[in-house]
């Protein structure tokens, strides 16, 4: 289930745990995050990339001709996959894109953690979310030791995915929220 929990950075005081889509949206609205559930459709998780992205074309091309948006594709991680570690390793440090971060859960889990005026926004992705982080918000990306996740990513400019790290200790002051 979806859920979203905020803290306060200065204090590290939860202030909000909520698995409401509607409640999850609108607060991550405040911040210009936009969340959305949308219908899942009816594939398996191991479906292949094409025939997830075949699936959701006609929202997909909705949501691109709306943001301006240039191309998709699907990722998948594993726990099995050789380079899991790794993976997850490049998004756990706060870090920054020149362009928005749009995924869309077609299978698996992931934490978006955001760290924005003050406070921390943990909003654990499950199937049928799309999250779309503003470009220039300072994030991070958690799947858990074992991810298992299939995503729509969509691109403006993938060469704006590129992230840059701020240095900051937030991902280890704040890990993913898991329960």
């Not at 509607?22 to 899942?40: C, D, K, N, Q, Y």
């Amino acid at each position: 289930m979806s859920r979203l929990t905020v803290w306060d950075a200065a204090t590290d005081a939860q202030v909000q745990v909520t698995e409401d889509p509607s409640e999850i949206a609108g607060t991550l609205a405040a911040i210009g995050v936009r969340f959305e559930r949308w219908p899942l459709a009816d594939l398996p998780a191991d479906a292949p990339a094409e025939a997830v992205l075949a699936a959701y074309r006609p929202r997909l091309d909705a949501f691109m001709g709306e943001t301006g948006a240039g191309t998709a594709d699907v990722i998948k991680l594993t726990p099995d996959h050789p380079q899991k570690d790794a993976m997850r390793a490049k998004f756990l440090s706060e870090h920054i894109h020149t362009e928005d971060e749009v995924r869309f859960f077609h299978a698996g889990s992931g934490n978006f953690v955001l760290h924005v005026d003050g406070k921390v926004f943990d909003a654990h992705c499950t199937p049928g979310d799309l999250i779309s982080v503003p470009a220039n918000s300072k994030h991070w990306f958690d799947a858990g030791e074992n991810p298992d996740f299939a995503v729509l990513r969509v691109f403006t400019d993938t060469s704006g995915w590129t992230p840059h790290y701020t240095g900051t200790d937030m991902a280890t002051r704040f890990p993913a929220a898991t329960a």
